[in-house]
Every structure is written in C-alpha cells, then in structure tokens.
C-alpha cells in the first residue's frame, strides 16, 4: 500500500514568520512531487511540483526533496495571513496521485 | 488563464438514482481524472483517462462507476445506484502529459445522497 503521511496540525505561525511543511512517502520509485493548498470547501490549488533532489524556489515558496530519505518539505517565508489553508502533499505514481491528509496551517497576525 | 470547469456546482438526489457529473477539461490537455473527497477526509483518487480510455483505476471505481468523453470537450462520471457513502466532492483533473501530471483541478461537484 503507497501511502503519503503528513502531521494533520494545525500548525501556528505569526505572520512573517517561515512555515515548515512536511511530508514523507513510502513508494522508492516515485519522481513527482507536488504540493498544493485547499482553503475550506474549495478544491486543491498546485503551488508547487519538485521532480529532481535539492531545493525548487517559487516566490515565498521553497521545496525540498530528498529521495533517499523518502522525504518532502514545504517552506513558505513571510507568511500571511492568507496563506491559511490546508497544504496537501501529493506523489505520482502509475497515472494517479497519492494523497496525504494535508496539514492545517494557521498564520497568525 | 485556461481552468478546469465542472457542472453541477451541487447535486442532490436519492439514493437508487444515477447521476452524471460533467467536467470540461483544459483545451490541450490530453490526460483527466476524476478525485473524490468526502468531508474532512483526504483527496481519494477514483480514475485516470487517456485516448479515450482507462488508464488506471482504483478499488473504488467499481462497477458502480463510469466515465465517457462523449465529445472533443467534456468528460463525464457517472455514479449507478448512488448510495448515502458517496456523497462527497467530486474534482476533475486535467494534465498536459502524465510524466508527473501537474494536474489542475475544477471547483468540484458536492453530491449529496439522501
């Protein structure tokens, strides 16, 4: 069973401030990553796909991927208060993406 | 900018009927999907499509469920038989290739059975 695990939160963070996004898999042979953002009763919006190990830098939005650690991360710097949302990690594999739960984040002004 | 659209916005029907969702999906993508999340749980994936056929399914695109691109421009789910355990948003999804799918998704359709 492939599965994508992320900590449900919520997670607080004052306004300015870095959010730090996290997200681990469980299939070796998956090479597309993605991370979108679900506000309440709207659908999933991709922000940000990361295809190869380092760092992918969009704007205030930075992902990282570690293979070898099976391992994905989201940082968005100077966050707002807009930025509150649900960030819901996703993995390719065989024509279908994997879902995690999706971690709840809060900024506080 | 191009966006995925979906039709009903919200449906409601009895359970026993069949509904059909309808999605248009963006001009020049060639691969689409069909997303289901109930209320406070995660994006489950039902189905991907690809020249006009089914490329991958999951265990709960059964027999119950359908879908059809009728047309050059939409893409339709069909549910039979809807039963009270499938109200849900239901998303499309469309991508240019399935390389990674950067998938873009509609607003969703809110099926409520009662």
């Known amino acids: 069973q492939k599965e994508v695990e992320q900590n449900s939160g919520p997670l607080s963070v004052p306004e300015g401030a870095i959010a730090s996004l996290n997200c681990t898999y469980s299939?070796?042979?998956?090479?597309?990553f993605f991370w979108y953002r679900q506000y309440s009763g709207k659908s999933p919006e991709l922000i940000m796909f990361?295809?190869s190990n380092g760092d992918k830098e969009d704007g205030r939005f930075t992902a990282q991927l570690n293979k070898a650690s099976q391992y994905v991360s989201l940082l968005i710097r100077d966050s707002q208060p807009s930025d509150s949302a649900t960030y819901l990690c996703?993995?390719?594999?065989?024509?279908?993406?994997?879902w995690g739960a999706g971690t709840k984040l809060i900024i506080k002004p | 900018e191009p966006e995925v659209t979906q039709t009903p916005s919200h449906q409601v029907t009895q359970m026993g009927q069949e509904v059909i969702l309808r999605c248009v999906p963006i001009?020049?993508?060639?691969?689409f999907y069909w997303y289901r999340q109930i209320l406070g749980q995660k994006v489950e994936f039902l189905v991907s499509?690809?020249?006009?056929?089914?490329?991958?399914k999951s265990e709960i695109f059964d027999d119950q469920f359908s879908v059809e691109r009728p047309d050059g421009s939409n893409f339709t789910l069909k549910i039979r038989s809807t039963k009270l355990e499938d109200s849900a948003m239901y998303f499309c999804?469309?991508?240019?290739?399935?390389?990674?799918?950067?998938?873009?998704f509609g607003p969703g359709t809110r099926l409520t059975v009662t």
């Open positions: 999804a469309s991508s240019e290739g399935t390389g990674g799918g950067e998938q873009y």
């Open positions: 001009s020049n993508h060639l691969y």
């Open positions: 499509f690809y020249n006009n056929e089914i490329s991958e």
């Open positions: 299939d070796r042979g998956s090479q597309s």
């Open positions: 990361i295809y």
């Open positions: 996703a993995v390719h594999s065989n024509y279908q993406l994997i």
